[in-house]
């Protein structure tokens, strides 16, 4: 069974940096695309960053110049690093990985930006 595993969240202060990390264990094909969400409190989940496995990637506008996505395909991990934070990147963070046909989610985790 396909798990996913994040790591990395928790309280910054406005301006500061964080790095998020993701790993998938458990599958036996290669993983696709690679990507992490997020949702507030009260809000939708919302595309953050994906990147495919060869390394395209995408951003939100929101992020574009302060978040970078990358993975490591040996791995099976995918990191968000993310700098100048502001307050309304608060929200739950989950990664997502395609695999075949299917999508996986992570559980999630919590990242806390203080003004």
């Known amino acids: 069974q396909v798990q996913l595993v994040e790591s990395g969240g928790g309280l910054v202060q406005a301006g500061g940096s964080l790095r998020l990390s993701c790993t998938a264990s458990g599958s036996r094909f290669s993983i696709n695309d690679m990507g992490w969400y997020r949702q507030a409190p009260g809000k939708g989940r919302e595309l953050v960053a994906l990147i495919a496995r060869g390394g395209y990637t995408n951003y939100a506008d929101s992020v574009k110049g302060r978040f970078t996505i990358s993975r490591d395909n040996a791995k099976n991990t995918v990191y968000l690093q993310m700098n100048s934070l502001k307050p309304e990147d608060t929200a739950v963070y989950y990664c997502?990985?395609?695999?075949?046909?299917?999508?996986?989610w992570g559980q999630g985790t919590q990242v806390t930006v203080s003004s």
């Open positions: 997502k990985a395609d695999i075949v046909v299917r999508e996986y």
